[in-house]
């Protein structure tokens, strides 16, 4: 088999492989009272784990079943401790049952009031245990103490549950645009991040002068055809369907682009804008620069001319006698 055939080959599994790809998560208040929130993404292969407990008692979790003999677990102890475990019954402070080779990144750890919450992340394939990277139910166990410090937690402060698993979905990206046409009102609106801002702007009349929508459903018509009266119908169609219908016309989607400023109806990049501005000032200060030297050099030798006695202003006066 020659080497393209392997080439297409590869290239076709690993297509097929991203193609059903994807991310996963899942969150719950345990009966424990304990919160765990999973985002788990199999083509990074990692898992983001947030564990949500009491600040004035340890709290854990374990995965993959309802047992708790050699079960997977992440403890959150004392103060600022949280540690991999397979669990022992016959440990009641889990001193001996540490992993031998601990994979958790903790990212944060945070004490508000009387709650703690850990956040934190490792592989989702590990040699202690494989977090599922497919949608439904995963078995879990939680328990608390009375203290920091990892004891037996007792039949009261302990249960099972299950989390479950969806694929994750994309949060939809929002933008805030103009309901005017106005330079001002299009760059002020573009300005704003979240619905609050993006819809306190309101004209004397009580109308919105910005609308917070869907990124998707922004674009513009623009003319592919010929002939100027097209050509202006397709710039005042404001959606995509009413532009599509047109054969003159063509819909392009998407929100303006970051970083720019819209100047007489055309985007500028901001950077762009501003280098321009420097440029400009600098090549004026060149010339202001030749023009105050030339100005020099003319003064200065329209003096020299004169001390050195130049009579030829005279001359009309010598051709006739006068002098």
Same mark, same amino acid.
């Given at each position: 088999m020659s080497a393209s055939y392997i080439y297409i080959i590869i290239s076709a599994l690993l297509l097929g492989f991203l193609a059903n790809a994807t991310k996963y998560e899942g969150s719950k208040v345990l009966n424990t009272g304990i919160e765990v929130t /999973?985002?788990? +993404?199999? !083509?990074?292969?990692? !898992? +983001?784990i947030s564990m949500t407990g009491s600040s004035s008692a340890f709290f854990g979790v374990g995965f993959g079943g309802t047992g708790m003999n050699n079960r997977y677990a992440i403890i959150a102890s004392g103060t600022n401790t949280v540690s991999e475990h397979i669990l022992k019954k016959s440990d009641a402070c889990q001193c001996n049952t540490g992993v031998a080779t601990p994979i958790i990144n903790v990212i944060s750890d945070t004490i508000t009031g009387s709650t703690r919450t850990v956040v934190l992340q490792r592989t989702r394939t590990g040699t202690d245990y494989t977090f599922p990277a497919a949608i439904g139910s995963l078995a879990v166990i939680s328990a608390y103490g009375e203290g920091t410090n990892i004891e037996y937690h007792g039949p =009261? *402060? *302990? +249960?099972? =549950?299950?989390?479950? /698993?969806?694929?994750? !979905?994309?949060?939809?990206?929002?933008?805030?645009?103009?309901?005017?046409?106005?330079?001002r009102w299009v760059n002020t609106c573009g300005a704003q991040d979240n619905a609050a801002d993006c819809e306190s702007f309101t004209s004397n009349r009580g109308r919105r002068r910005c609308s917070y929508i869907e990124c998707a459903l922004i674009g513009e018509c623009n003319y592919i055809g010929s002939g100027r009266g097209s050509q202006r119908k397709c710039s005042r169609l404001d959606n995509q369907a009413d532009c599509e219908a047109n054969m003159s016309c063509e819909w392009s989607s998407g929100a303006p682009p970051e970083n720019e400023f819209l100047f007489f109806g055309e985007y500028l990049q901001i950077d762009t804008i501003k280098g321009n501005v420097y440029f400009a000032i600098a090549l004026f200060m060149v010339l202001f620069g030749i023009c105050l030297y030339l100005a020099y050099v003319c003064y200065f030798s329209k003096e020299d001319k004169h001390k050195i006695g130049d009579h030829s202003d005279y001359k009309p006066l010598l051709k006739y006698g006068a002098v």
């Open positions: /999973l985002e788990i +993404d199999d !083509v990074a292969n990692t !898992v +983001d =009261d *402060r *302990r +249960d099972d =549950d299950t989390i479950t /698993l969806a694929e994750a !979905v994309e949060p939809i990206e929002m933008c805030c645009i103009s309901n005017s046409a106005q330079t």
